[in-house]
């Protein structure tokens, strides 16, 4: 994907910035931004972009990504009027604290941790626990102390094993505005369409290009062919339906876009190393 830059808006003379958002929906843009972000989200589920990574959203996950990495969250909307989400969202940029801050020998540690969050990285456990109370305390808190939970964070993610990489690349292709407006159009248009049949030739279309320049340009930005980018989008929306209802696995199959039954064990073996069954029984044993 082409993401947009994206300004982080703070207070002049605050070194980063917590919020506590509740809101119809998150910013559904594919953007990046040179501060890290730590998101905790409280409400809400969805399909999220992270880099190379596709993968559903949950009530209680935390996301760490790292400077200038590429992402957005799409969120599954019920027919309500008064839905909304809720995260809390820490923004602190790399050298907050001073460029001599990450130099000296008792913070070595970070730069490399910064370094690894450019993949984003899942964080569980009680890494996560001891995380989220902090960041609650931050919302409430002004001056020092607030920087003081900062560096309580650092510590704990450099000390923890709880983490998990979402992103296969830390390398994003330069882009242009014109490039963000022209891919954000395919993303949305995927997601709107992914349980029907989708044509190359429908795709690149929308982008103004032949279907080859289409498929050579898609390639250079994101990494991956479109289709295999539209079979993970397909395939995570088969992994919520896994987990959160009870249909049999070819309705699934067709519900998330794939032609049959066996089509759909092929490629989620493929991309997840396990099939469909033996994901399901993860999450209910027995």
Not at 111 to 128: C, D, H, Q, R, T
Not at 247 to 257: E, N, R, V
Request: proline residues 4%; glycine residues 6%.
């Amino acid at each position: 994907m082409v993401p947009k830059l994206h300004i982080v808006p703070r207070p002049l003379d605050n070194a980063f910035s917590i919020r506590h958002d509740i809101v119809p929906q998150f910013g559904s843009i594919w953007h990046y931004h040179p501060e890290i972000e730590l998101h905790y989200l409280i409400k809400g589920e969805g399909i999220r972009f992270i880099g190379d990574s596709i993968g559903n959203f949950q009530p209680d996950d935390m996301i760490l990504m790292g400077s200038n990495v590429p992402h957005t969250w799409k969120c599954n909307i019920p027919f309500s009027s008064d839905y909304h989400v809720e995260a809390l969202v820490l923004h602190f940029h790399p050298e907050c604290l001073g460029k001599e801050f990450l130099n000296v020998n008792e913070t070595q540690g970070i730069s490399k941790l910064f370094e690894k969050a450019k993949n984003g990285l899942v964080i569980k456990g009680s890494a996560k626990e001891k995380i989220k109370r902090l960041m609650w305390r931050m919302t409430r808190e002004m001056g020092l102390n607030k920087v003081v939970y900062l560096l309580r964070i650092y510590a704990i993610l450099l000390e923890s094993s709880e983490c998990e990489m979402l992103s296969n690349s830390v390398e994003y292709t330069k882009f242009n505005q014109h490039d963000g407006n022209r891919m954000e159009k395919v993303l949305s248009f995927t997601l709107q369409n992914f349980r029907n049949k989708i044509l190359i030739d429908d795709v690149a279309q929308l982008t103004n290009l032949s279907v080859t320049s289409f498929c050579r340009y898609f390639k250079m930005m994101s990494n991956k062919s479109y289709f295999d980018f539209l079979t993970e989008v397909r395939l995570s929306h088969a992994c919520r339906l896994l987990i959160k209802t009870d249909l049999t696995i070819a309705s699934i199959a067709l519900d998330s876009g794939f032609e049959n039954t066996s089509n759909f064990y092929r490629h989620f073996k493929n991309v997840k190393g396990i099939t469909p069954k033996e994901y399901k029984s993860r999450f209910f044993p027995g």
